[in-house]
T-cell receptor, first 110, second 114 residues
């Protein structure tokens, strides 16, 4: 009965590759987010979707493209991966001002 | 823009010691305030929250009071346990017209020794 799930948990890839991370929530929430946590544990918003519509896009390189096929899913596609993209990416969904986070995807770019 | 500042870590305490992690914020309007905890290798879990001035959030022995006059939301616990070792994040929820995103402090790592 996982609330917010992400796949994969770990992703190791070479520079220049394209990869996707998937997120699903079974909480019935309308709004979902992607956050990036860097090596110093700092967390920053990347994107937010409300009912499949993009509402936040925080100065993220256009190599990153979120896609929301329905309100329960928010996927993150990354083109031409760079070393600096190595981080933990967290998906979250929100209801009544409380955000619920997924377990994270640790991306390592070699 | 809105921002959150936390005391720097790491913080190392002995079991049963008193914990305070300072958090101050800058925001327009009246944000909701949160403390999240991240245990090693895991995602973030909501620890407690407060939605208006003078509200006190509490959970698992942790407490924080929303102080509008000092723009603070300090986290306290009277007697920490080894199992409290984790990274603690203070956060505010931006206004609805900013999509309700969370703005986080830099995190404070807590290590509790037996």
């Amino acid at each position: 009965d996982t609330a917010v799930s992400q796949t994969p948990k770990y992703l190791v890839t070479q520079m220049g590759n394209d990869k996707s991370i998937k997120c699903e929530q079974n909480l019935g929430h309308d709004t979902m987010y992607w956050y990036k946590q860097d090596s110093k544990k700092f967390l920053k918003i990347m994107f937010s979707y409300n009912n499949k519509e993009l509402i936040i896009n925080e100065t993220v390189p256009n190599r990153f493209s979120p896609k929301s096929p329905d309100k329960a899913h928010l996927n993150l596609h990354i083109n031409s991966l760079e070393l600096g993209d190595s981080a933990v990416y967290f998906c979250a969904s929100t209801h009544l001002n409380e955000q619920f986070f997924g377990p994270g995807t640790r991306l390592t770019v070699l | 823009g809105d921002s959150v500042t936390q005391m720097e870590g790491p913080v190392t305490l002995s079991e049963e010691a008193f914990l305070t992690i300072n958090c101050t914020y800058t925001a327009t309007g009246y944000p909701s305030l949160f403390w999240y905890v991240q245990y090693p290798g895991e995602g973030l879990q909501l620890l407690l929250k407060a939605t208006k001035a003078d509200d006190k959030g509490s959970n698992k022995g942790f407490e924080a009071t929303y102080r509008k006059e000092t723009t603070s939301f300090h986290l306290e616990k009277g007697s920490v346990q080894v199992s409290d070792s984790a990274v603690y994040f203070c956060a505010l929820s931006a206004s609805y017209n900013q999509g309700g995103k969370l703005i986080f402090g830099q995190g404070t790592e807590l290590s509790v020794k037996p």
